[in-house]
């Protein structure tokens, strides 16, 4: 199975920013729907965003609309998650994923995502 890499996590302080990436060596992520999703301790994996292939439409969870943004660097085959202003409960490992062109759209689920990565550790402290 493809594996994605996820990087640029770490510690950020309530208000700042941070830019999250997802690679893929034998993947061309621009064939696909990419999301982000995340799992803080002790609860359930969630969509964070995703962005479509068809039309490079962007959904994103309530939680983080207006703070995150999600985009495609397709020289780079990679997708960024950049995340602006984050909160202490934006704490989490920090998970990105493809599908097949179609499981983006307003009520994406994870289930519909078949390649994932190992994850980053995102952690909103002071």
């Known amino acids: 199975q493809v594996q994605l890499v996820e990087s640029g996590g770490g510690l950020v302080q309530p208000g700042g920013s941070l830019r999250l990436s997802c690679g893929a060596s034998?993947?061309?992520?621009?064939?696909?729907?990419i999301g982000w999703f995340r799992q803080a301790p002790g609860k359930e994996r969630e969509g964070v965003s995703c962005?479509?292939?068809?039309?490079?439409?962007?959904y994103y969870a309530d939680s983080v609309k207006g703070r995150f943004t999600i985009s495609r660097d397709n020289a780079e085959n990679t997708v960024i998650l950049r995340m602006n202003s984050p909160k202490p409960e934006d704490t989490a490992v920090y998970y990105c994923?493809?599908?097949?062109?179609?499981?983006?759209?307003?009520?994406?689920?994870?289930?519909?995502?078949?390649?994932w990565g190992q994850g980053t550790q995102v952690t909103v402290s002071s």
């Open positions: 034998e993947l061309a992520l621009e064939l696909y729907d």
């Open positions: 994923a493809a599908g097949w062109p179609g499981v983006c759209y307003s009520d994406y689920e994870l289930a519909d995502f078949d390649s």
């Open positions: 962005i479509s292939r068809s039309d490079g439409s962007t």
